[in-house]
């Protein structure tokens, strides 16, 4: 209406307002009302923004390593930038009248380029893949004290790196590499376990044969100790049938010192009978048989005369007409028998 327009901005846009071609107010989140013929309006966007990329340099090794990441960037100073790049909108639509908001980032994804190439060409390719985190770390810092970056009035909030890995064709070359070493180190493994298999194995026999060897030592030990008890057993058995031998020799000696002293002692009495024999038969010489008789038959008992009767009686039957032996003498001398 009358060529006034109300403008209201975000937080995070920094607007500056100028009237004439002189800045007249400036601030984030403003709101306003302007006359649009004599006014012209620069926003700043103020919050965090990134700038991805994606870079492909060579190694110290002449590898080619494709890094890819992203960095992360916030206007600090806002009037600063203002002055070096043109953030012009058009009231209408709201949009950029130029391209050098578009730009901002290309010109922090050049200074990372720069600075990659910087880092990669004191690298081999091994040693660049693996630092993805101290390159993005060098990054940061020497883009941040850039004197670019200083006078646009920039921060570096962050760069990270996505991927950092070689072409398609070194990649392959590399794992044709990895996958001998790989294969060495499977054929490395598979030896190693065959090797402690067969000194397991050798380890299980050795103690197989050990076991073995300390059973004959035992086994060993027992027949000796058997053996000796044997041989033990056969002198104490042997002792004993030496003693019992000893015993019977000196019990047959006792026996036959006992059958010559009986013998002796029988050749003494029949010494001494013969001799009261001889005596005898001297002081009978030239006596009557009658009173030799007479003489034996003293002492005799009732029975041993009448047998002696009988037997003179039995001697002269010639002379003897009748005898007459009543029962009761026959029985008296059965009696006298029993």
């Known amino acids: 209406m009358f060529g006034f327009r109300f403008f ?27 006359f649009m013929p004599g006014t012209t309006l620069e926003v700043v966007p103020t919050g ?17 390593i494709a890094v890819q990441g992203q960095i992360v960037f916030q206007v600090r100073e806002p009037g600063a ?14 949009s950029y009248v130029s391209e050098d908001p578009e730009r901002l980032g290309q010109r922090l994804v050049n200074l ?38 200083l006078a646009l009035g920039l921060e570096i909030l962050g760069v990270s ?24 180190m499977a054929d490395e493994a598979i030896y190693e376990r065959r090797n402690a298999s067969i000194v397991q194995e050798r380890s299980v026999k050795e103690n197989e044969l050990n076991t073995e060897i300390a059973m004959e030592l035992k086994k060993r030990e027992i027949r000796e100790t058997q053996i ?33 002293l009986n013998v002796e002692h029988i050749r003494v009495e029949a ?9 005898m038969v001297k002081a009978l010489a030239g006596t009557s048989p009658q009173v030799i008789q007479a003489l034996a038959a003293s002492g005799m ?28 003498l026959l029985q008296q001398l059965l009696k006298g028998e029993e």
């Open 8 to 34: 209201k901005f975000q937080p995070n846009e920094y607007v500056l307002r100028y009237k004439h071609g002189r800045l007249f107010s400036e601030g984030a989140g403003a709101s306003f009302w302007a």
């Open 48 to 64: 965090s923004m990134e700038a991805p990329f994606f870079v492909e340099e060579s190694t110290a090794d002449y590898q080619a």
């Open 81 to 94: 930038v203002a002055r070096l790049l043109n953030f012009s909108i058009n009231p209408m639509t709201r």
């Open 112 to 149: 990372v380029r720069v600075e990659i190439k910087r880092c990669l060409e004191k690298m081999g390719m091994d040693e660049a893949i693996r630092s993805s985190e101290q390159v993005s770390a060098s990054i940061m810092g020497n883009v941040q004290a850039n004197a670019e970056v």
């Open 161 to 184: 790196i996505l991927a950092n890995k070689p072409t398609k064709e070194t990649a392959r070359a590399l794992e044709a590499n990895k996958r001998e070493t790989v294969l060495k």
């Open 228 to 260: 000796e008890a044997e041989r033990i057993l056969q002198m104490k058995e042997h002792e004993l049938r030496q003693a019992e031998l000893d015993n019977a020799i000196v019990l047959e000696e006792k026996r036959s010192r006992l059958v010559e």
């Open 271 to 279: 010494e001494a009978r013969a001799f009261e024999l001889s005596v």
């Open 301 to 328: 008992q009732p029975a041993q005369l009448i047998a002696q009767a009988f037997q003179v009686l039995a001697e002269n039957t010639g002379k003897i007409g009748q005898l007459n032996i009543s029962p009761d």
